[in-house]
């Protein structure tokens, strides 16, 4: 003998269900769009901080070519 099946309360919790689904693909929409944000930024910082080491290499070699024009330091 078969039990009985609550057909209603079953249509229910597939409802509740597929809301909690449609909500979480709406969370991870929003979730991905902030990551893309954040590695946007992330990269544009990370060209900065390239284009600044670069800057700053260039004024040692600068730096280091004044010391020995100044004969602050031995030649290397």
Request: avoid cysteine; charged fraction near 30%.
């Amino acid at each position: 003998m078969m039990a009985d099946v609550d057909f209603a309360l079953m249509m229910t919790l597939i409802q509740r269900t597929h809301a909690d689904l449609a909500e979480m693909k709406h969370d991870m929409r929003e979730v991905k769009l902030r990551m893309t944000l954040a590695e946007g930024h992330h990269a544009s910082v990370m060209a900065s901080l390239h284009v600044l080491q670069e800057q700053i290499d260039r004024l040692g070699t600068d730096m280091r070519m004044v010391k020995r024009r100044l004969d602050l330091v031995d030649a290397e």
